[in-house]
């Protein structure tokens, strides 16, 4: 079988921003940063005139993605433990275990996961990138999509996604 697929690695696929991982057994790091940087794969049938899909409207998706997450702080929306309260007054609160944080509300993203592991921020990056090329480039059908996000040099999490044939409709 044969595929096709474009990868892309640019140097303004990036983004900074903080966080603190919560670790199984409880504990949590400090609050830090990173300078994250994006890489992405597609793969798709080779349209009729011998491409997967133009670098050129693909490359401003993911540049719009990372300025989207770019100086914020990430703090998980859905981990069982740690809350997260936006208040009346435009401050956020942030709550884990015994440590309080309190942010403004523009500097604060709450993301719909549990952690914000490199391996989360890979599957937001990933599903949210099907979403919109989805949306904007109809015609694209993505057979394998693959996100990764590095937190640091040589230390990444990746998402792949393989359409189900059973799926494609």
Not at 5 to 18: N, P, Y
Not at 47 to 76: N, Q, S, T, Y
Not at 127 to 137: C, G, H, I, S, T
């Amino acid at each position: 079988m044969e595929h096709w697929s474009i990868s892309m690695s640019k140097e303004d696929f990036k983004f900074s921003a903080a966080h603190f991982l919560i670790f199984p057994d409880g504990s949590a790091e400090r609050l830090h940063g990173h300078n994250y940087r994006v890489y992405v794969d597609v793969a798709a049938v080779l349209c009729e005139h011998g491409l997967v899909a133009d670098f050129k409207l693909v490359k401003p998706v993911i540049r719009e993605m990372c300025a989207e997450l770019d100086e914020h702080w990430l703090v998980p929306g859905k981990h069982p433990v740690l809350e997260a309260v936006r208040r009346p007054d435009g401050v956020v609160e942030v709550r884990y275990k015994e440590r309080y944080y309190a942010a403004p509300e523009e500097d604060v993203i709450i993301m719909q996961m549990n952690n914000i592991s490199a391996e989360n921020l890979a599957t937001w990056f990933g599903r949210e990138l099907r979403k919109r090329l989805d949306e904007r480039f109809p015609d694209l059908r993505v057979d394998h999509l693959m996100a990764a996000v590095e937190e640091t040099l040589g230390q990444r999490g990746e998402y792949h996604f393989t359409l189900d044939e059973r799926d494609d409709g």
